[in-house]
């Protein structure tokens, strides 16, 4: 059963400290979204990635989060330095795109985010 | 304005209720629409795609009006297990790259009771 997997599951910080968040796609998928939710704002896409090129990242605060797809395999969220305003769940999600239709995006189970 | 609007509930109905949510787009232009399902501290999850026509699958109905951009989502029969977070999901153009993208709604709570 192929699924999106991210690590950590949950991470607790002290601010100004660099956190990383890391996700595996499923296999043949070409495209792959990082989303953070909060209660307040709900599921915003930060960035995303089609065949390991980013295409949008105009979600993302870009003078303290990079992301990265340094092979298909994996997907990276840097925050760096880390913000207590940074404290959400992080979700990376895979789909296959063919065309530019949207097609079905399939979640990790998140990366929980404390920044103290 | 936001993209995409739901009620957020949450919706409190008996088991075997018929349950309505709607959902209003701001994107004339969007052509991609969708229903997810998010269960407490999960991931979102694809409930069904939401087609032109209109679509059914099992007791879920969802229904699209593109002239007066909303959504609906139609639960017959609920079930305990329908409990969750039904998000209203809509492909939009976004306003600084131009790029279509998935767009969330904040969701619709629905609590079925026994």
């Known amino acids: 059963d192929a699924r999106v997997t991210q690590t950590p599951r949950d991470k607790v910080t002290e601010m100004g400290q660099e956190v990383t968040m890391r996700c595996q796609p499923i296999l043949g998928h070409n495209t792959v979204f990082w989303y953070r939710q909060t209660m307040m704002q709900g599921l915003e896409l930060l960035a995303y990635f089609r065949n390991r090129a980013p295409l949008d990242d105009s979600g993302m605060p870009k003078d303290r989060f990079s992301a990265e797809m340094p092979d298909a395999t994996l997907a990276t969220l840097k925050i760096q330095p880390s913000e207590p305003r940074d404290s959400a769940v992080y979700f990376c999600?895979?789909?296959?795109?063919?065309?530019?239709?949207?097609?079905?995006?399939?979640f990790g189970p998140g990366t929980r985010l404390t920044v103290l | 304005r936001k993209e995409v609007e739901q009620d957020p509930g949450p919706f409190n109905v008996p088991e075997g209720a018929t349950v309505a949510f709607n959902c209003t787009y701001s994107n004339s232009a969007s052509q991609s629409f969708f229903w997810y399902r998010q269960d407490c501290r999960k991931e979102p999850k694809l409930l069904m795609s939401v087609y032109s026509s209109g679509n059914e699958d099992g007791r879920f109905t969802a229904q699209l009006n593109r002239a007066s951009q909303y959504i609906s989502l139609l639960i017959r029969d609920s079930k305990l297990s329908d409990s969750a977070t039904y998000l209203c999901v809509v492909n939009i153009a976004r306003r600084d790259t131009g790029r279509r993208a998935l767009t969330f709604g904040s969701g619709t709570r629905l609590q079925v009771q026994p």
């Open positions: 999600a895979s789909g296959l795109v063919l065309t530019g239709a949207a097609n079905e995006q399939f």
